[in-house]
């Protein structure tokens, strides 16, 4: 089998990682009452998070190591593709710089989440967590709950039913439209 280098939004890795890690999670909550029982609440899947780790060697370790970073501080949604996966939408969430200095060899970790919504769009929160005024709005399918879209994009469920006062519940499916998110 051939395997393929990884790459990530143009940038294509020299040699592929030592290793990768895919972890995949439901999002599950339990209730207990107060005189017995319990339930269990499934809320979905969680996007795939994958993590990895490898080393750059040579002279040009450094220049290499940079230009990772510098696809890291764009902060952008890319293709991601992994040896003997099929590419996927990703967010570059985590660069590490690890171990001991050595000439020639820099070791790294990575971290990408999954980005299952091609409309995504990623805002930028300023110090008070705050969207900086922007009105950001999302064309949704049919079927999606705001319990859904507030796992999904990690916003308060209170926060976006007082945004769409014309869903008056968090747990009813929603016609096709757009929904508020800040």
Known sequence: MTLTSMSFDGYTWEFNSKYLTFSHNTNTNISYYPYGGS???????QNCVITGSGCFVGENCTDMYNKLRDKFNSGKIGVLTLPGFPPINAFFSRLVLKGEPKPDVLDYEFEFIEVQD???????????GKSGGKNIRKVIPNGETLWDLSYK?????DNL????????????PIEEGQVRLS
Request: glycine letters at 6%; zero cysteines; proline letters at 6%.
């Open 153 to 157: 994009y990690g916003i308060n469920v």
């Open 118 to 128: 091609e409309y995504l769009e990623i805002a930028s929160l300023d110090e008070s």
């Open 161 to 172: 039913v007082s945004l769409n006062p014309q869903i008056r519940r968090p747990d009813i």
């Open 39 to 45: 339930t269990l609440q499934n809320f979905g899947k």
